[in-house]
């Protein structure tokens, strides 16, 4: 794997025209270094996937470039983003996106062989991956027999078989619990600071900035000032502590994302 | 190309239902173009049977006719012992020949029915299942399954050319799914049709090592207002006449089997593109080019025809053998160039059937696998 530098500058996505125009990202500059974990973090609506998006060239940018170790990939012919997407990025999703007709190993050994690696070699990187993510048990199983965790195990090593320097991961954590959730992050963590891999991830996590060197706050399409955050106790939004409504109980303070989470929490049992 | 093989075949399996649909839709139309083709072969084999059998090198005829099938041929007797005058002719047999209906109890069949002289060496039943080959005067041979159909047998009454005659011999593989083959002797064909001095056909068996259609010619040029073609030339002809009278109804079926086809694989491959579009956006995003994709589906394609081509020809064979072993009076015979059409047929679905899914593949943007929910 070769280190590269990802940057982002002055980005701006516009979808539509005229008065219907609507600017998912506005004038975003992001660089990203080698083995940095970034996490962008956001309302639903802010921009995150669309930047995401551009980030890994499968969206063009309005305006403003994305490049990679000084190529300019928005500005790439469509016949070569494949080869970037397939040799430089990994893609972790929140849905997994695993093909469901194929076996695990094949899920994992089909992106190999599109970078042009031969069915035993592509089957036995892929053996090899999976195995280091503790699937080797679950080689043939098909992906709907896997657990949550699994499956986003899977992801993983389909992220890394063709050895990128960066992953782009959405919501790496939303759809595990807890536990698998946490066993994610130590694997991203893992990838980026054992392995040398930059590592973009898009999530609504909280936990994941205990693993993110820089946390940057997207709204309205540009990145606001890092403000500080906490987490409903209700519903478990991730709310600004400035401009939400609070309430304090047991000498704690609590921050809550509307009124109506906020009357719960106060007529709820006392906390333990 | 492996990846390509393995989407491809998994994509087609992972939905049971939709392969058998694709696969049985495939296999009936090209059963249905197979099985055509198969008729047309076997009636057109069945057909030249007689001539194929007779015993005849050269077939001699009035001149401009070149087949058996609805003609009309009368020769002079005389030209009997002029065409058994020609060099390489060691032996004739002069035949009455007439299309027409015979009848035994309330059954009735269209036969040809064929006169024979009583020393006749050639023209006979090559086959009897019963009784003699040669009929005498007031007797006749007819097919055993005729025979079996009107109740009647050796002793038995029918009536050839509106004359009461005597069964004395069954003869065995001479009916077809047109007609069948009657016997009867020279004399009472002549008394029914009034054609003394009169015979249809020569029939020439030439010297060994003499070419058929060398001694065809030398009749042609010694004996005036003949036509003479060897048994083969004789067939062939026999047969383009099938094909002709058959083309049109042959073409029409292809065509039907062809749209039935191209319509079933179409379809199928279309419903498992859209069923897959989500996962074809995963592979781009991942770094798929569109032609990996565009040969996913065409191998589905492939495999869909490949499938369906060898189940029609299983199939069609195992009709063939249930004719057969039942004893119709039908033959299928699938030869090479019925299933190499077939099969081109098959590649020419399987190439048109995979282009509108390619659209539909061409058009996924790869961004949408991000939009959690997205219909695609």
């Known amino acids: 794997m070769t280190t590269c530098t990802l940057e982002a500058r002055d980005v701006t996505k516009r979808y539509g025209d005229g008065e219907a125009a609507v600017v998912a990202v506005r004038g975003v500059s992001l660089r990203v270094e080698p083995g940095e974990i970034v996490l962008i973090m956001g309302p639903s609506g802010s921009g995150k996937t669309t930047l995401l998006s551009m980030l890994g060239a499968l969206l063009r940018p309005t305006a403003g470039t994305v490049s990679l170790d000084g190529t300019v990939l928005s500005e790439l012919s469509e016949g070569r983003l494949p080869d970037i997407r397939l040799h430089r990025f990994g893609f972790i999703f929140q849905d997994f996106n695993l093909l469901s007709a194929l076996t695990v190993w094949e899920n994992v050994a089909i992106v190999a062989e599109l970078a042009g690696l031969r069915g035993r070699a592509a089957r036995e990187r892929a053996t090899a991956i999976l195995t280091e993510l503790g699937l080797g048990a679950r080689l043939d199983f098909l992906p709907d027999r896997l657990s949550g965790g699994e499956k986003q195990r899977v992801a993983i090593a389909r992220a890394l078989v063709n050895d990128p320097a960066l992953i782009l991961a959405d919501e790496p954590t939303a759809n595990l619990d807890s536990a698998i959730g946490h066993e994610i992050m130590r694997l991203l963590r893992g990838i980026a600071k054992e392995q040398g891999r930059s590592v973009v991830i898009v999530s609504h996590d909280q936990r994941i900035r205990d693993i993110a060197d820089r946390v940057l706050w997207l709204e309205d399409g540009a990145f606001q000032d890092e403000i500080a955050l906490a987490v409903d106790p209700v519903c478990g939004m991730s709310v600004e502590r400035e401009r939400a409504a609070s309430a304090t109980r047991d000498g704690a303070l609590f921050y809550f994302c509307s009124r109506g989470c906020r009357a719960e929490f106060l007529n709820g049992p006392p906390s333990a | ?376």
């Not at chain 2, 001149?63 to 005389?78: D, E, I």
């Not at chain 2, 005067?137 to 007819?142: H, Q």
């Open chain 2, 1 to 376: 190309m492996a990846a390509t093989w393995v989407m491809a075949r998994r994509s087609l399996t992972a939905n049971w239902l939709r392969l058998l649909a694709s696969v049985g839709g495939v296999a009936l139309a090209l059963s249905l173009v197979l099985a055509l083709d198969a008729i047309v072969a076997g009636v057109s084999s069945q057909l030249t049977s007689y001539i194929d059998r007779a015993g005849a090198d050269v077939w001699v005829a009035q001149a401009g006719v070149r087949n058996l099938h609805m003609v009309a041929s009368w020769l002079p007797a005389s030209d009997t012992a002029d065409v058994a005058g020609v060099k390489g002719v060691v032996a004739v047999t002069p035949i009455l020949y007439v299309t027409d209906a015979i009848s035994a109890n309330d059954q009735r069949a269209i036969a040809y029915v064929i006169g024979l002289p009583g020393d006749a060496t050639m023209g006979l039943p090559w086959e009897i299942a019963e009784g003699k080959a040669i009929p005498g005067p007031g007797e006749a041979v007819v097919g055993r399954d005729f025979a079996r159909q009107a109740g009647v047998g050796i002793g038995g009454r029918v009536t050839i050319l509106g004359r009461d005659l005597r069964i004395v011999g069954l003869s065995e593989g001479t009916g077809n799914l047109l007609n069948g083959i009657a016997f009867i002797s020279a004399n009472d064909f002549e008394a029914a049709r009034g054609s003394a001095g009169l015979v249809s056909f020569v029939l020439v068996r030439t010297a060994p090592g003499t070419s058929p259609d060398a001694v065809a010619s030398a009749i042609e040029r010694t004996v005036p207002g003949v036509s003479a073609l060897s048994r083969g030339a004789f067939a062939a002809e026999e047969r383009r006449l099938v094909m002709q009278m058959a083309g049109d109804v042959i073409a029409t079926m292809n065509g039907v089997g062809f749209v039935v086809g191209l319509a079933v694989v179409a379809l199928t491959v279309y419903v498992a593109t859209l069923a897959r579009r989500r996962e074809y956006g995963v592979l781009k995003a991942l770094g798929a080019r569109a032609r990996f994709l565009y040969a996913v589906v065409l191998a589905q394609a492939v495999l869909s025809v490949l499938l369906g081509f060898a189940t029609a020809v299983v199939f069609t064979s195992a009709v063939a053998a249930v004719v057969h072993a039942v004893g119709l009076p039908l033959a299928l015979v699938i030869d090479v160039s019925s299933l190499l059409k077939v099969a081109a047929f098959g590649a020419v679905i399987a190439a048109i059937a995979s282009i509108l899914p390619i659209r539909q593949v061409a058009g996924i943007d790869p961004a949408v696998v991000f939009r959690r929910g997205a219909v695609l």
